[in-house]
């Protein structure tokens, strides 16, 4: 028997034989009528015996559903069989907290979304049975239904609008980061006047997690943000809960290893109690949410709990568990603990509760059978479609609208934030100080958005980017975070939800990839995963690419964009010059507000401060600041390039962003001295590519000289190429690109990076032909 206690029919013969053995507690005898429901379970405990019955219908829905995730896989019909048994005493912590508090869930938390199901109110036309929908809920993302909920079959995962469930994907613990963004946002979202939030003020963020996760490094920055945010007096209105069986698939947590991680961490107030005992569990989640609540300070609830039936599908426990220690966990089972109270204290009998059990199962069972025949998305279209809409007219009207806020009333109020001289009354800007000046009128025009990062508010940025920010806005709208790009990006994308319009800034491209999860795994995700349901509107302005001339290094000159150019749906834009910077920065704020997009604003470092173009003095690089009324003629969709033509002759087209930019426009006019003529196109935007452009643009010529400033293996200059074959040119192309290596410090760095001689090469080169 021990080879198969973690299979399903195992662990529902346990259940029956376990609830029928239990006896009536102190003098009541079998056939007596129960107790009052409003008597409490046990003494000194706050649940009752009518809210425990509650609580045990969703732990036996939960339970079920397990049950008929393994029948579906049984017959390839399930696609998902990682189960919640073991842990459904989560359903005390949804009990404890109110139906509009925002949860992101641990992926074992089928108990925690029952509970919240029966507490939404229902449809004054339906009459529906609140656990059975909820069952429905789970089993259509368990066959990949096209009707479930949420994901729409995209993932199982426990999520539902109305519910205040947000969906999370994560199995270590990448959702951490959002809930304190999430906590950041209710607090600090009712000091912004004009922001809208769709949660109380008073609400409580709840994330939960498993006891492995703690381990993860990203776990490991929302420990760290959450007390660093209490030791400097802001407050995060934030609930953790750690269900803790002691695995991580095979491997063992060591004991006590998470209770003294969790208690150590500073300004984390240490809630636990046993999660396989019901009564105990509510009380100290009661106790937990109350304390957060009031407090609006964060706590951690550590829950004691069991995994029945292995980690997920075939996973054969006895492999790698003794055979007494999944025994063990079996005797815990949160069912028969709940069970066993109900009936020692009389609110139940042995037999009622089987019944129940034998009610709910049957009715799960046919939920599973009516699901199987549901429609799976089919096309490609379908599955890509709430990945990242885009509706232009609406962003390049959202763009005039915010010129109109900028204009007209809000005139006097522009002048006397930038300090009485508007930017286009100052003459010609640099990058820089066009990027100051369209952050400063987006804080203007919108109450939501906030600036934020590393050395972004006092000082103004390493590069003077956001210099004055701080004071013209104040500390609540621009602020320092410390330093960690997991929780910067975290606490956008959970901000985000609670109705901001984050702005964060990541000081080096390099600094980026060690928190790049947050933008895939998370930013990325979450309209994909919640049809649109949930956004997470960001701008994330990062400092990169190379030829910084006195600052070297690869750290501060990082020329690699690929994994951004890898996460489906997320916008990636290059503004090399001042006149562009301005209006593809309000584009992607507009698509952010409009559409919720995610989009990385690249900013190349060496081109912050550049005024010149041909020669030294000519200041051709700089440029006016355009007018609110000139900001709707000059708005630039996402995914448009910009074309440069020289000389009346058609030889040649010349792709390239960023520096390369730059460079190449320097080449071109050198090449029209000579008498060739060509096209320089900026491509701006690097996702999406500007495709039709770049294949009309070089079709026009015939001979293309792709200028890619990133490595040669696995760069920018590897899609260009696929697009134009893709987009059936047939003409001559030719690519330069930066070596497959770092940027060594000092001149070295000339030796691995692409510069003029090897663009003038490449152009003669082709010419040539």
């Not at 802001?234 to 209770?259: H, K, M, T, Y």
């Not at 699901?371 to 890509?384: D, F, H, N, S, Y």
């Not at 349901?533 to 690929?562: E, T």
């Not at 520096?659 to 080449?667: E, F, K, T």
Request: some cysteine; charged content about 20%.
């Amino acid at each position: 028997m021990l080879g198969r206690v973690t299979t399903p029919q195992n662990l529902d013969e346990r259940f029956r034989d376990a609830v029928a053995a239990l006896r009536p507690g102190g003098s009541r005898r079998p056939g007596d009528p129960t107790r009052p429901g409003d008597d409490p379970v046990r003494d000194g405990s706050a649940l009752t015996g009518a809210h425990a019955g509650r609580l045990f219908d969703a732990q036996l829905t939960s339970r079920h559903l397990d049950l008929a995730a393994r029948w579906l896989r049984s017959f390839n019909e399930g696609f998902y069989t990682i189960g919640s048994s073991g842990h459904e005493g989560n359903a005390a912590v949804a009990a404890a907290l109110r139906p509009g508090d925002p949860a992101l869930l641990h992926y074992r938390s089928g108990a925690f979304y029952c509970v919240r199901a029966t507490q939404a109110p229902a449809p004054a036309d339906e009459d529906t049975d609140p656990l059975v929908e909820a069952a429905r809920d789970v089993l259509r993302g368990v066959v990949a239904s096209a009707a479930e909920p949420i994901a729409g079959g995209r993932h199982k995962v426990f999520g539902r609008a109305d519910l205040q469930i947000i969906p999370a994907t994560s199995t270590i613990a990448s959702h951490l980061p959002r809930a304190v963004g999430l906590a950041y946002g209710i607090a600090r979202v009712p000091a912004l006047r004009g922001v809208e939030t769709p949660w109380d003020d008073d609400a409580v963020a709840v994330a939960s997690f498993g006891d492995a996760s703690v381990n993860h490094a990203t776990a490991t920055a929302a420990l760290n943000t959450v007390g660093w945010f209490d030791h400097t007096g802001q407050r995060l209105p934030l609930l953790l809960v750690c269900e803790d069986n002691g695995f991580g698939i095979s491997v063992p947590s060591p004991p006590g290893w998470v209770a003294e991680t969790l208690r150590a961490r500073p300004g984390l107030r240490y809630f636990s109690a046993d999660g396989c005992d019901l009564a105990v569990a509510y009380d100290a989640a009661r106790e937990a949410v109350d304390w957060v609540r009031a407090e609006r300070r964060p706590a951690v609830l550590h829950l004691g709990m069991v995994r029945l039936m292995g980690h997920a599908g075939a996973d054969a426990e006895i492999a790698y568990r003794p055979a007494e220690d999944i025994t063990r966990d079996l005797d815990r089972d949160p069912l028969v603990g709940t069970a066993r109270l109900l009936v020692e204290a009389g609110f139940a009998t042995p037999d009622d509760l089987i019944t129940r059990y034998d009610e709910l199962g049957w009715q799960v069972r046919k939920v599973a059978e009516e699901v199987l025949g549901e429609p799976k998305l089919a096309t490609p279209a379908q599955i890509v479609a709430p990945l990242a809409p885009r509706r232009p007219l609406r962003t390049a009207r959202h763009v005039t609208d915010a010129a109109t806020r900028a204009s007209g009333a809000g005139s006097a109020a522009r002048a006397q934030t930038f300090g009485g001289k508007l930017p286009e009354q100052s003459g010609p800007l640099t990058l820089a100080q066009t990027i100051n000046a369209t952050l400063t009128d987006a804080l203007l025009t919108t109450p939501g958005a906030v600036v934020y990062g590393e050395d972004v508010a006092v000082k103004g940025g390493v590069y003077g980017v956001t210099k004055n920010l701080r004071d013209r806005f104040g500390a609540d709208r621009v602020f320092d975070t410390l330093l960690d790009e997991t929780s910067i990006l975290g606490l956008g994308l959970g901000g985000a939800l609670a109705g901001l319009l984050p702005i964060p800034e990541i000081q080096y491209l390099a600094y980026l990839h060690n928190a790049e999860d947050q933008l895939r795994g998370e930013a990325a995700t979450m309209s994909f995963f919640s049809q649109g349901a949930f956004r997470n509107p960001m701008v994330v302005r990062v400092a990169g690419l190379a030829y910084q001339q006195s600052f070297g290094g690869h750290f501060h000159n990082d020329n690699s964009v690929a994994v951004l150019r890898d996460v489906p749906g997320l916008v990636l834009a290059v503004p090399a010059r001042p006149a562009d910077a301005a209006p593809m920065l309000r584009s992607c704020l507009a698509a952010a507000a409009v559409d919720g997009n995610v989009s990385v604003f690249l900013e190349p470092i060496a081109l912050y401060h550049t005024r010149d173009l041909y020669q030294q003095g000519d200041n051709e690089w700089l440029a006016p600041y355009a007018a609110p009324a000139e900001w709707a003629a000059a708005h630039i969709p996402i995914g448009r390039a910009r074309t440069y033509p020289f000389g009346s002759a058609e030889d040649l087209t010349i792709l390239t962003f960023g520096n390369g930019l730059r460079m190449s426009l320097r080449v071109a006019a050198q090449l029209a001295a000579d008498g060739y003529g060509s096209r320089v196109v900026d491509l701006r935007w690097l996702s999406p590519l500007p495709v039709a452009d770049l294949v009309r643009e070089a079709s026009a010529t015939g001979r293309v000289l792709i200028v890619d400033e990133t490595r040669r293996s696995g760069g920018v200059g590897e899609g260009i190429l696929a697009a134009l074959v893709d987009g059936g040119f047939v003409g001559a192309a030719r690519r330069i690109a930066s070596a497959d290596s770092l940027v060594p410090l000092g001149p070295a760095a000339q030796q691995v990076l692409i510069g003029e001689d090897a663009i003038t090469q490449g152009a003669h080169a082709l010419l040539a032909r």
